[in-house]
C-alpha cells in the first residue's frame, strides 16, 4: 500500500509542480531518538519513558530487546525500533524455533501495549561484523516468518541498519552506488527481502564522520545545513544544500541503480548526530555544533521538504543518542553524542516538535487528504483505558452494527488476541459501514483516522 502511494505521490509531483506541494507539506518527517544504554549513569528505564514522553518525542529506537525497556514504554504511544544484537544473528539464522522463540518473548509478549513497530537485526554488520554477513539474511527471514506465524507480521517489520561505508561512491548523490564486494551476496538479496515483506531500509548517516575524515574539502557549514555554496550535482543539476541530504540521496541512487523498484523502499534514517566533545584529532567536534547540527535537522525534517531526489518525502530519522554514554568505547566522541546528561539536564536547548502543543506519538500531522485511493482506516489509539476501549467496542459491536465475527475466537481476526486489536478492527468497521463519513471514526476520543493499512495475509481490513 505504503508502494502504492508512494507511486501515485511520485506521478503528482512530476504532473502538478504546485498541487503536490499540498501532498509534501501534510508528510512531514518524524523526529525520534537512539535510547543507547551503555552507560552506568544512567536513569532507570521507566523515568527514562516519562522524560521521553514530556519531551514530545515520539519515536525511539534501542538496540536490543530489554524487558525493563520495553515494560516502560508500554501505553506510552512512543513507537519502538527494536533490536537483535549482532552476536544473536547467527542463532536466529540457524535456527527456526529459537526465531520464533525470540520474536514470543521479545515482541509478542509486549505488543501491543509497546508499540513496537520493527526489529533492527543487528547494527552495521557489514562494516563491523562482516564475517556474519551470510546469516544476516537469513536471521531476517526467520524473523519475519515468526512475525508471520503470530500474525504480527502487519504491524511488525524487519530490517537492518546499515552504515553509509557500505557505499563505494557517494558524490555526487546520483553516482552513489554499493560495495561490489556485498552487492549480489548480501545488499541485493535483502532490499529483496524488504519490497517482498512491504518492509523499509534502514541506515545510519553522519555526516560528522565525512567533515571529520576530510575537513579541507567538506564544509562544515554544508555538514550542518547552515547557509553555504549548495553544492550541485553534475548529473542532473540537483543542487543540495546540506551533506545529509546528499548523503541519504547517495544511498538511495545506489538502492535505484540495483532495480527501478527499489525506489518505492522508504528510506528510515536509524542513526544520524553529532558530538558535543571529541578527541584533538575529531575537527568538528564541539556543543556550538552539535546544537547546531541537530537544531538544524529537526527543522529540516519537520519541513516535510524530503531530499533533491525525493521532494516530499518524510524520512524518519533517529538521532543518535538520547544521552551520554560514558561507558562507549573508541574516541572521545563516542560518548558524547548524548542530547541530555544522564541526570536529564540538556547538553543544549534542542526541540523535537515545530509548535509549543508536544503530542507524542502524533508528530506526523493530520490524515492526509486526498489519498483515499490507499484506504483509510480508523483504528484505536495507544493510552485509552481499557475500560473506555471495552465500552467503546461494546458500542460498535452492538447498537453501531459493525462486523466483529473476524474477531471472534477461531476467525480470521482473532490474533492479535487484545482488546487494543479487537477495537480497532471494530472501530474500522463501522467506519467503512458509514462510508468513511465525518466524526464516524471518534468513539468519544478513542479512535483516529490512519492512512496505515493493518491487514495480513490472513486478515483483510475493509476499506473503501
Ligand atoms: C544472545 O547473545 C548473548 C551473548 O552471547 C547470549 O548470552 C544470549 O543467550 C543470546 N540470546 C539468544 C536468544 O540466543
Ligand atoms: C568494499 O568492501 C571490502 C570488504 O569489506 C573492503 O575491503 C573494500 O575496501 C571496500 N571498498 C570500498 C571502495 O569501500
Ligand atoms: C524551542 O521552542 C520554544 C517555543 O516555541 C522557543 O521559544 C525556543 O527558542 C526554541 N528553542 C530552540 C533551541 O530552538
Known sequence: ??????????????????????????????????????????????????????????????????????????????????????????????????????????????????????????????????????????????????????????????????????????????????????????????????????????????????????????????????????????????????LFDAQVDAFYSAMVALNSQFQYLPIVVTETGWPSQGDKDEGGSSVQNAATYNGNLVKHLLSGSGTPLRPGKSIDTFIFALFNENKKPGPLSERNYGLFYPDMKPVYPLNFTSGDHSSPGNSRGPPKKGGSSDGKFCLAKDGISDSQLQAALDFACGPGGADCKPIQPGQACFEPNNLHAHASYAFNSYFQLNHQKEGTCYFSGSAEVKSWNPSTTSCKWPSR
Open 1 to 242: 500500500m505504503a508502494r502504492r502511494l508512494d507511486f501515485l505521490r511520485a506521478s503528482i509531483l512530476s504532473l502538478c509542480m504546485l498541487a503536490c506541494f499540498i501532498f509534501s507539506s501534510a508528510d512531514p518527517s518524524s523526529v525520534g531518538v537512539n535510547y543507547g544504554r551503555v552507560a552506568d549513569n544512567l536513569p532507570d528505564p521507566k523515568t527514562v519513558a516519562q522524560f521521553v514522553v514530556k519531551q514530545g518525542i515520539g519515536r525511539v529506537k534501542i538496540y536490543d530487546s530489554n524487558p525493563a525497556v520495553l515494560q516502560a514504554f508500554a501505553r506510552t504511544g512512543v513507537q519502538l525500533i527494536i533490536g537483535l544484537p549482532n552476536e544473536n544473528i547467527t542463532t536466529m539464522a540457524k535456527d527456526t524455533s529459537a526465531a520464533y522463540t525470540w520474536v514470543l518473548k521479545n515482541v509478542a509478549a509486549y505488543f501491543p501495549a509497546t508499540r513496537i513497530t520493527s526489529i533492527a537485526v543487528g547494527n552495521e554488520v557489514l562494516a563491523t561484523v562482516p564475517y556474519l554477513a551470510g546469516d544476516l539474511l537469513g536471521a531476517m527471514n526467520n524473523l519475519h516468518s515468526a512475525l508471520v506465524n503470530l500474525k504480527l507480521d502487519g504491524y511488525i517489520k524487519v530490517s537492518t541498519p546499515h552504515s553509509l561505508s557500505v557505499l563505494e561512491s557517494s558524490y555526487p548523490p546520483s553516482q552513489g552506488r554499493f560495495n561490489q564486494t556485498w552487492v549480489d551476496s548480501v545488499i541485493h538479496p535483502i532490499l529483496n527481502f524488504l519490497v517482498t515483506t512491504g518492509s523499509i531500509v534502514m541506515v545510519n548517516v553522519y555526516p560528522f564522520f565525512a567533515y571529520k575524515g576530510n575537513p579541507a574539502e567538506v564544509a562544515l557549514d554544508y555538514a550542518l545545513f547552515q547557509p553555504a555554496k549548495n553544492v550541485q550535482d553534475p548529473t542532473n543539476n540537483l543542487q543540495y544544500s546540506s
